[in-house]
């Protein structure tokens, strides 16, 4: 049906396909033969595609989504919630594109769609028995098995059992939407260190008052001095890096005479008040975290007088600042 529901996670969104994407679809259907060999078949005509997308919009309680990468906007999958009745509905039509990393966050989003904005009781799965992957993913993630459904399906003249599995309600919201969530983080991650092209921690920045004050603690903690710059008239700050084993480098800064660059966090009692990273490309560094990731600029580019190339500092929507450095 013709629907506006979206839902975005950490790595990937699912959103209403469109006829823009009868091209995709048959793509991603056709991509692999020996993994979809298990997925009801369909034509390569596009045409076809199109016109089953047509009645598709004018079948009610039927939700096919796209699934796409949030950091690149490619389109990597496939997944529906359909056969909506008194409160229970199907999830299926469920196919990721090969390689991509969106299995575990589009399940996710469609489990979320389905059990907040729809306020189903449950969401139940029907997978070919002999499809053991898939049968023991939705294990892995909590479904329960109700029953083996015996001949269920037909595919290329043969019979198939299927194993009906499903997820309540209760279920969902106590066990596993937390557990796909710490999944989907983890996979937003590698994700982003893909699209970076490379991104390293390097250092958590420290406002002080006075660094050599401040570096006295430290040093009780093991840590030793590695580097230091003088004046950086650009950022307003003097700074010394500081490391120590098996504990993270840290930046100690302090105001230069005449400039309020630390005021901020000096007087909220905030130290630690930012991360800093590595990248070899900053310019797309920087496109993806404000554009993709909308994160709010604070400190433009510049060059740093430490590492002779530029930096700039933005701020991610939880409040978290984070420091680009180019390679």
Known sequence: MLHNFKEKGFAYSIKPISLDDAQFIVDVRLEDAERNKY????SR???????WLNRYFNTPDDYYFLVENNLTGEKEGLISIYNVKDGVAELGRWVIKKGSMATIESIQLAYKFAFEKLNLTEVYTKTIEDNTLVVEFHK?????????????????GKNYNAVWQFVDRDYYFSFVDSGLEEKSLKIFQR???IALDGF????????TKNIEKEFKSYAM???TKEASFDGDTNQGVKGLFIT???QPRLELLENLEGYDTLDFWLNNGIKMYHFGYLVDDIDRAFDIFTVKLRAKVVSPMKISQ???KRICFVVLKNMFMIELIEL
Do not use: C, M, P, W
């Open 39 to 42: 997925v009801h078949k369909i």
């Open 45 to 51: 005509d596009l045409n076809l595609q199109i016109d």
């Open 140 to 156: 892995s993630i909590g479904a329960k098995t109700r029953e083996i459904l015996i001949n269920e399906f037909k595919l290329d």
């Open 191 to 193: 994700n982003l260190k």
């Open 200 to 207: 390293e921690f390097h250092h958590i920045g420290v406002a």
């Open 221 to 223: 903690l093991g840590y």
């Open 244 to 246: 120590a084993k098996n």
């Open 306 to 308: 430490f590492f002779g």
